[in-house]
């Protein structure tokens, strides 16, 4: 489905909404998707996990609370990386944090870990989204940061994994979608997993 800019908006206004009540009626939903992540993404093990960057996000406002799965993911002994912002209309650069480091505001109010923490390279991404559909298409916010930064790292060779995380009542029939976005390959919610690897196209 060939995306407008109308068409994005008005799905924004509307994705926003059903988030919003989704996270007041499932107070549990962190913790399973915690759960459900850990058992269907396949992860290394044993030393070569400390090798293997997660990138995160700090949850704000309705996103789904990704800080019970960034635990659990910090007992298998992963490392994980939080998003920086460096200006507007670039990719995201990644830092090294471990849960209870200390963070500094960063763009947009957001917290980020410290200018000292060391830059890292994911692995694999764990990205919030607006709304989600079955083919992978993903809804963000408008600002392309993900979308930019999956590109940079395409062009750069890079394979890195991408797994969106919602609450199911974010899945929509159809995202809209242009040359600009990347598909997820895969979605977690708190009731299910979506692999979509196999059949991924740009």
């Given at each position: 489905m060939t995306a407008s800019a109308d068409d994005k908006r008005a799905l924004r206004a509307a994705a926003k909404s059903a988030r919003a009540a989704a996270k007041a009626a499932a107070p549990e939903a962190p913790a399973?998707?915690?759960?459900?992540?850990?058992?269907?993404?396949?992860?290394?093990?044993?030393?070569?996990?400390?090798?293997?960057v997660i990138g995160g996000y700090w949850p704000i406002g309705d996103e789904m609370d990704v800080l019970p799965l960034f635990a659990a993911l910090q007992g298998r002994g992963v490392a994980l990386a939080l998003p920086v912002v460096a200006a507007p209309g670039?990719?995201?650069?990644?830092?090294?944090?471990?849960?209870?480091?200390?963070m500094a505001p960063g763009a947009h109010g957001i917290s980020a870990p410290l200018p000292s923490a060391e830059t890292v390279i994911p692995s694999l991404l764990?990205?919030?989204?607006?709304?989600?559909?079955?083919?992978?298409?993903?809804?963000?916010?408008?600002?392309?940061?993900?979308?930019r930064t999956l590109e940079a790292y395409a062009a750069a060779g890079r394979a890195v994994t991408a797994v969106g995380v919602a609450y199911a009542a974010q899945e929509v029939p159809q995202v809209p979608h242009d040359?600009?976005?990347?598909?997820?390959?895969?979605?977690?919610?708190?009731?299910?997993?979506?692999q979509f690897t196999e059949t991924k196209t740009r």
């Open positions: 399973r998707l915690a759960a459900r992540f850990l058992d269907g993404i396949a992860l290394p093990a044993g030393a070569a996990a400390k090798n293997y670039t990719p995201l650069s990644f830092r090294s944090w471990r849960p209870g480091d200390e764990v990205v919030p989204l607006l709304a989600f559909d079955r083919e992978g298409w993903r809804l963000g916010y408008g600002a392309g940061y993900y979308d040359g600009g976005d990347f598909r997820l390959d895969a979605v977690v919610t708190e009731a299910a997993i979506y």
